[in-house]
């Protein structure tokens, strides 16, 4: 191979890593593609015919269609108000009756219930596959002051400094977490790690946080790559 063809070749392979670069710092992350026939499949086969949850899955499947190349904002109204309206909220003790489980997505959508931590989840997850990155995301476990018990949100920060914006089941509307006086962060994940209220260090890695893991297991049964 002559010099002009290595550095030819050589140029290629630049040209290839900025692209993939590109991709990376425009997505947050490469997210592999669904597929919602495997996942109902498996999901029948773990949990028994589907019956309305089918409808469910598959509104799920349209909506990350419709929304996939929308701007962020947009994304975060429709994952929000989806999950809203086509989940009723039921404690765990009435839909899994246990004191505290975490269901996927598919789970909450094949029952159609879900609380709080189910709520959560699955926008964390949707906005994840229509690539929104990890980094400005997080599942955070607040304090309800007005119902004095604990609840769980997802918190959305446009960067790294800025005041994040609360995904809640509690009210329809996206809000500044400085309007949401109602709420006392104690803590927040992503799969990456934890944080603390007022820091902006990671302090925690979620690969702790025994229920998170299980969740992804389930995830993967579930056909999830």
């Not at 509690?170 to 799969?191: G, K, M, T, W």
């Given at each position: ?121 699955a926008k964390y ?54 309007q949401r006086r ?28 025994s229920r998170w ?13």
């Amino acid at each position: 191979m002559g010099r002009r063809e290595v550095l030819r070749a050589y140029l290629d392979k630049v040209w290839s890593v900025a692209a993939l670069l590109l991709v990376l710092l425009a997505g947050g992350s490469l997210q592999a593609d669904w597929d919602f026939s495997q996942i109902s499949k498996r999901a029948e086969q773990l949990y028994g015919p589907l019956g309305d949850g089918r409808g469910r899955i598959n509104d799920w499947q349209r909506l990350l269609q419709e929304q996939g190349g929308a701007k962020e904002l947009a994304q975060l109204r429709a994952v929000n108000r989806f999950f809203n309206l086509r989940l009723r909220f039921r404690d765990d003790s009435q839909t899994w009756k246990v004191r505290d489980y975490w269901a996927t997505p598919v789970e909450a959508l094949f029952r159609g219930a879900a609380d709080c931590e189910d709520y959560a989840i699955a926008k964390y997850f949707s906005l994840r596959q229509l690539g929104v990155s990890s980094a400005k995301l997080r599942i955070t476990y607040v304090k309800a002051l007005r119902l004095n018990q604990a609840h769980m949100v997802l918190t959305y920060y446009a960067h790294p400094q800025a005041m994040p914006l609360v995904l809640d089941n509690l009210i329809d509307a996206i809000e500044p977490a400085s309007q949401r006086r109602d709420l006392l962060p104690v803590y927040s994940f992503n799969a990456e790690g934890l944080w603390l209220p007022g820091t902006g260090k990671q302090v925690g890695d979620s690969k702790k946080l025994s229920r998170w893991q299980d969740l992804l297991k389930k995830m993967r049964a579930e056909g999830f790559p």
